[in-house]
């Protein structure tokens, strides 16, 4: 009876270890966010929104990008008018995210490029 337990102990945690694998690979991406697939290294694509798939071990996730429209307060700066007279500069910098493959590939840090 006990070596009939230990072979079938050993296919049944390797399937235990497979099935744990394959959930944590299922991905379910919100409407406003978008992933960066890079599979051995490559561009893969983007995924997203709602429910996809990352192959384990040959997939990887790189970026998580928010395609939502954010804010960057910009703090006051002194300047002169055309007249001399010295004012301060409150602004307020709006920006979205259009291009998620660019801002992923192309930039070392697309956060750091636009001073958030």
């Known amino acids: 009876m006990i070596p009939e337990l230990s072979r079938l102990a050993v296919p049944i945690i390797a399937m235990v270890i497979v099935l744990f694998l394959l959930l944590r690979k299922v991905r379910v991406m919100q409407e406003w966010k978008r992933d960066v697939v890079l599979r051995l290294g490559r561009f893969r694509g983007l995924k997203g929104p709602g429910l996809f798939f990352v192959i384990p ?4 996730v790189a970026f998580v990008i928010d395609m939502r ?3 960057n307060t ?10 001399t007279m010295a004012v301060g500069v409150d602004a307020t910098g709006l920006w ?3 291009d998620s493959r660019a801002a992923a590939i ?5 956060r750091q490029a636009i001073g958030a």
């Open 69 to 71: 429209v954010e804010t």
């Open 106 to 110: 192309n930039i070392a840090s697309y």
């Open 96 to 98: 979205q995210m259009t």
């Open 57 to 60: 071990l040959v997939d990887e």
């Open 74 to 83: 910009i703090t006051a700066e002194q300047a002169l008018t055309k007249v």
